[in-house]
């Protein structure tokens, strides 16, 4: 175990530069959040230039199979050998894999690299989680969730347009180069004004359990890329990587028992808020990144907006996101109090997505523009609450594995959520076009059931007509499925038990489970 002596330290001591360092916080997080964006935006442009069209999807697996895979070594890292030092080195892996991507020369290559930077990215929104975390008390914390709600708006706004422009105007590998000055901005900066203290652990690594952890998330991630897609659900490949990842898990979770340092220490799911918003922030990701992913192909299908104006046709959800987050985030700070965020952010989120369900071929932009800011509403309550009570859930030794245990659940909930949403969508839009177009219509879908504008442009009317309104049947089925499965945020947000946040002054009246108040630790060197 660390050797470690700990110090008493005012609650509210926080490091004078602690603005500039949430700017270069916030710039890293930008850097994590934009990075897929931009690259899918120039990726028929990479494929015009190094080929290997068959290997195209490699090209964003390899960077979400090591991000996830790395997620959790980052958060304890940080943890055992202090947070600066280690959130330094995720941001140098992450620029070295940028420039070796920019750099690439075939397809191979790139896919290479891209590992590379997705190892990087693993720490990148951990680090910046944790070090909120030491640095802000969890009850002024709620000042802060607007800027990282509006960071992620900008990211999901302005990607794709900021990766058009530069595809277009720079050529595509400055879609990876454009990291390097924002990243050594970031590095500059944590550099000269962040202090934390700094750590030194007996222990060693606990290399089996990051072995058996990889093994299992990426058997997991691979289940959810292919499944449907390359390979049928019953396929023997997926049953065998359905096997593989059920008993590196099994494996993983015995051994934590064992570990001297274990990589999640099992501890952490005993406090029952911290395993509640596990499980909500699984939700928000599974319902978040599939809104995302369909709401666009609906507007442009359908709606017949331009694919940059699909983007921006997304402002009223997250705007109402970011507006919401900022609410909650300075109620929270007034008030200490947070469980009514998690309660109606999850009812909002299963009316918003039931709403969406009812779009059809009739539905005005204007319509779906309300629908989303219900969803938006949903989600500003609940995405950064979900980290804030984690974080609170803990020990302050244990920060760093309660913001990577989140991000990962987050992370492994967009998956399951882009998997299941995308089969189900993709097998309604093939029945109703080959019950609509007949033969024609299942011909059309044979290999995609995502048509894009130039080739949507091409179709017959009766088929476009078709082809809208399998999309529409399809986007139902989706969104009414994510409505269902956001009943299961809703179930845990109401078992969740308000505990005074660190910070705060006296704890609430009989509460005593999941408040623990813990001096900052200052290692012995």
Same mark, same amino acid.
């Given at each position: 175990?660390?050797?470690?002596?700990?110090?008493?330290?005012?609650?509210?001591?926080?490091?004078?530069?602690?603005?500039?360092? &949430?700017?270069?916080?916030?710039?890293?997080?930008?850097?994590?959040?934009?990075?897929?964006?931009?690259?899918?935006?120039?990726?028929?442009?990479?494929?015009?230039?190094?080929?290997?069209?068959?290997?195209?999807?490699?090209?964003?697996?390899?960077?979400?199979? @090591?991000?996830?895979?790395?997620?959790? #070594?980052?958060?304890?890292?940080?943890?055992?050998?202090?947070?600066?030092?280690?959130? +330094?080195?995720? =941001?140098?892996?992450?620029?070295?894999?940028?420039?070796?991507?920019?750099?690439?020369?075939?397809?191979?290559?790139? =896919?290479?690299?891209?590992?590379?930077?997705?190892?990087?990215?693993?720490?990148?929104?951990?680090?910046? +989680?944790? =070090?909120?975390?030491?640095?802000?008390?969890?009850?002024?914390?709620?000042?802060?969730?607007?800027?990282?709600?509006?960071?992620?708006? $900008?990211?999901?706004?302005?990607?794709?347009?900021?990766?058009?422009? =530069?595809?277009?105007?720079?050529?595509?590998?400055?879609?990876?180069?454009?990291?390097?000055?924002?990243?050594?901005?970031?590095?500059?900066? $944590?550099?000269?004004?962040?202090?934390?203290?700094?750590?030194?652990?007996? @222990?060693?690594?606990?290399?089996?359990?990051?072995?058996? /952890?990889?093994?299992?998330?990426?058997?997991?991630?691979?289940?959810?890329?292919?499944?449907?897609?390359?390979?049928?659900?019953?396929?023997?490949?997926?049953?065998?990587?359905?096997?593989?990842?059920?008993?590196?898990?099994?494996?993983?979770?015995?051994?934590?028992?064992? @570990?001297?340092?274990?990589?999640?220490? /099992?501890?952490?799911?005993?406090?029952?808020?911290?395993?509640?918003?596990?499980?909500?922030?699984?939700?928000?990701?599974?319902?978040?990144?599939?809104?995302?992913?369909?709401?666009?192909?609906?507007?442009?299908? #359908?709606?017949?907006?331009?694919?940059?104006?699909?983007?921006?046709?997304?402002?009223?959800? &997250?705007?109402?996101?970011?507006?919401?987050?900022? #609410?909650?985030?300075? #109620?929270?700070?007034?008030?200490?109090?947070?469980?009514?965020?998690?309660?109606?952010?999850?009812?909002?989120?299963?009316?918003?997505?039931?709403? &969406?369900?009812?779009?059809?071929?009739?539905?005005?932009?204007?319509?779906?523009?309300?629908?989303?800011?219900?969803?938006?509403?949903?989600?500003?309550?609940?995405?950064?609450?979900?980290?804030?009570?984690?974080?609170?859930?803990?020990?302050?030794?244990?920060?760093?594995?309660?913001?990577?245990?989140?991000?990962?659940?987050?992370?492994?909930?967009?998956?399951?959520?882009?998997?299941?949403?995308?089969?189900?969508?993709?097998?309604?839009?093939?029945?109703?076009?080959?019950?609509?177009?007949?033969? &024609?219509?299942?011909? $059309?879908?044979?290999?995609?059931?995502?048509?894009?504008?130039?080739?949507?442009?091409? /179709?017959?009317?009766?088929?476009?007509?078709?082809?809208?309104?399998?999309?529409?049947?399809?986007?139902?089925?989706?969104?009414?499925?994510?409505?269902?499965?956001?009943?299961?945020?809703?179930?845990?947000?109401?078992?969740?038990?308000?505990?005074? /946040?660190?910070?705060?002054?006296?704890?609430?009246?009989?509460?005593?489970?999941?408040?623990?108040?813990?001096?900052?630790?200052?290692?012995?060197?």
């Amino acid at each position: 175990m660390a050797d470690t002596q700990t110090v008493e330290t005012e609650p509210d001591k926080q490091p004078k530069s602690v603005r500039v360092v &949430l700017l270069a916080l916030m710039i890293t997080m930008m850097l994590a959040m934009l990075d897929n964006m931009i690259v899918g935006t120039a990726m028929p442009t990479i494929v015009g230039e190094l080929g290997g069209l068959e290997h195209l999807s490699w090209v964003v697996t390899a960077y979400t199979l @090591a991000t996830a895979a790395a997620t959790p #070594v980052w958060g304890k890292l940080g943890d055992m050998f202090g947070r600066k030092t280690t959130f +330094m080195t995720s =941001i140098v892996i992450f620029l070295i894999g940028s420039a070796l991507s920019g750099m690439a020369q075939d397809m191979g290559q790139l =896919i290479g690299f891209r590992a590379v930077q997705g190892l990087g990215a693993g720490g990148l929104m951990v680090g910046v +989680m944790a =070090i909120i975390g030491d640095l802000i008390p969890p009850r002024e914390r709620g000042k802060y969730q607007g800027m990282m709600a509006g960071v992620m708006a $900008i990211a999901m706004i302005g990607g794709p347009l900021v990766g058009g422009t =530069i595809t277009d105007n720079w050529g595509w590998r400055w879609a990876f180069y454009i990291n390097l000055p924002l990243g050594v901005v970031s590095l500059g900066l $944590i550099s000269a004004v962040l202090h934390l203290p700094k750590k030194r652990a007996k @222990a060693g690594i606990d290399y089996l359990g990051v072995i058996l /952890l990889t093994v299992g998330i990426t058997s997991i991630v691979l289940v959810t890329t292919w499944g449907g897609s390359q390979y049928a659900w019953t396929s023997a490949r997926i049953m065998e990587l359905i096997g593989i990842g059920v008993a590196a898990l099994i494996g993983f979770v015995f051994w934590q028992t064992k @570990a001297a340092e274990p990589v999640v220490p /099992l501890h952490i799911f005993r406090s029952r808020n911290f395993t509640l918003m596990s499980i909500i922030g699984f939700i928000t990701g599974f319902v978040m990144f599939g809104a995302t992913l369909y709401l666009p192909l609906y507007q442009q299908s #359908v709606q017949g907006a331009s694919a940059t104006n699909s983007g921006l046709l997304l402002l009223p959800m &997250l705007g109402a996101m970011l507006v919401t987050s900022m #609410v909650a985030g300075r #109620v929270t700070t007034n008030t200490g109090r947070y469980k009514l965020f998690p309660v109606v952010g999850s009812v909002l989120m299963i009316v918003g997505l039931y709403l &969406l369900s009812t779009m059809d071929t009739g539905t005005t932009r204007f319509t779906s523009g309300v629908f989303m800011a219900v969803v938006g509403l949903g989600m500003g309550c609940l995405m950064q609450i979900t980290m804030l009570v984690a974080q609170n859930s803990v020990e302050m030794k244990d920060m760093g594995v309660a913001s990577s245990s989140t991000t990962l659940f987050r992370t492994l909930g967009s998956s399951f959520g882009v998997a299941i949403m995308g089969a189900l969508f993709n097998n309604r839009v093939q029945h109703v076009m080959a019950e609509r177009a007949g033969a &024609l219509g299942s011909k $059309i879908t044979e290999k995609s059931a995502s048509l894009d504008a130039k080739s949507l442009a091409k /179709l017959p009317a009766v088929a476009r007509e078709a082809y809208q309104h399998a999309v529409s049947a399809g986007v139902h089925s989706a969104f009414l499925l994510g409505s269902v499965v956001a009943i299961v945020a809703l179930i845990a947000a109401v078992f969740v038990k308000e505990v005074a /946040l660190r910070g705060t002054g006296p704890k609430s009246e009989g509460s005593t489970e999941d408040a623990p108040v813990q001096p900052t630790v200052v290692e012995a060197v």
